[in-house]
């Protein structure tokens, strides 16, 4: 069974910088694609970043791109996300996700960690 364990989270002023990681445990962790996502209050889950098995590819949304980095670590079966320039509309759930690079759909996720950007 795959487990998905996150940390990192937390309450941090307008501007400032987070780092949220992320340890897949139960298979070969240079076997999955891996992600994050994030859910607002009130809002749908919505994509923040992915990586692919190998790290070569990255993908972003739009309202994070050129302020978050997603990278991973294979030998630590590890994946960051590094949040610059935070601003209070990111503030949310962050979800780490998992699938299989075979495979078209996340089936595997963390629990989620709460990210808190005050004005």
């Known amino acids: 069974q795959v487990q998905l364990v996150e940390s990192g989270g937390g309450l941090v002023q307008a501007g400032g910088s987070l780092r949220l990681s992320c340890a897949l445990s139960?298979?070969?962790?240079?076997?999955?694609?891996m992600g994050w996502f994030r859910q607002a209050p009130g809002k749908e889950r919505e994509f923040v970043a992915s990586?692919?098995?190998?790290?070569?590819?990255?993908d972003y949304a739009d309202s994070v791109k050129g302020r978050f980095t997603i990278s991973r670590d294979n030998a630590k079966s590890t994946q960051y996300l590094q949040m610059n320039s935070l601003k209070p509309e990111d503030t949310a759930v962050y979800y780490c996700?998992?699938?299989?690079?075979?495979?078209?759909?996340?089936?595997?996720w963390g629990q989620g960690t709460q990210v808190t950007v005050s004005s």
């Open positions: 996700a998992a699938r299989r690079f075979t495979e078209y759909a996340y089936r595997y």
């Open positions: 990586i692919s098995s190998g790290g070569g590819t990255t």
């Open positions: 139960g298979r070969t962790f240079s076997s999955y694609a």
